[in-house]
């Protein structure tokens, strides 16, 4: 069906059940998702110690590979190694953490994800503040000549998709929405019409 929709990537939430109070995908299905699917994976890694990782994720078949800024103490050679892997780098943000953190190393990210909800679970009601981040992001992209795409996660719905589009965001990331919808093909759609 995913194949079949008009979305861009797959995005795959990897959990830890230590840096989120949750568990979900690991390699085996990483790499059978690989196999079928004809969009790029964007891997969002919520885990601890994610540099162990990199290449294993490269080889499960990830295109793009997101890190929180939280998780990595050393986020600039966290960085450079996933690129050095062939994969695209991105960086997330837990709702509490400023844009601004950003600045020596946005110029490095293909990718910078603003979460709008607290990492963990699907189904979570969207933080409006969200709207501010992308903005000041988006200033910070402006502002340094970056080419980071700035994607949102987290109560993404047809009712704030708008409004994040008009704050600079380039992807969106709609699980919850697109898959309790009772077409999630033509929920893609629409989503893509915006």
């Known amino acids: 069906m995913i194949n079949r929709s008009e979305a861009d990537w797959l995005h795959v939430d990897v ?19 690989k196999k079928h699917s004809t969009k790029p994976l964007d891997v969002h890694l919520m885990i ?7 290449s294993d994720f490269k080889n499960s078949g990830a295109d793009w590979l997101t890190v929180h800024y939280e998780a990595c103490p050393h986020l600039h050679r966290t960085i450079q190694g996933i690129k050095e892997l062939g994969m695209k780098a991105g960086v997330a943000l837990n709702p509490h953490t ?15 994800l603003i979460m709008s909800v607290n990492p963990g679970f699907g189904g979570q009601k969207f933080i409006p503040r969200a709207m501010d981040k992308v903005f000041a992001l988006k200033e910070l992209i402006r502002k340094t ?13 047809a009712t704030n998709a708008v409004g994040l589009l008009d704050m600079g965001a380039d992807a969106l990331v709609a699980g919850s929405f697109v898959f309790r ?11 893509k019409r915006l």
């Open 98 to 112: 400023p844009v601004n953190v950003l600045e020596d190393v946005i110029n490095d990210l293909d990718l910078v």
């Open 181 to 191: 919808s009772e077409n999630p093909i033509a929920t893609i759609s629409s989503l």
């Open 145 to 157: 000549g970056s080419k980071a795409l700035i994607e949102v996660d987290g109560g993404v719905n």
């Open 48 to 54: 601890v110690n994610p540099d162990k990782y990199l």
């Open 15 to 33: 959990m830890d059940g230590v840096f989120v109070p949750n568990i979900s995908f690991g390699f085996p299905l990483m790499e059978a998702m």
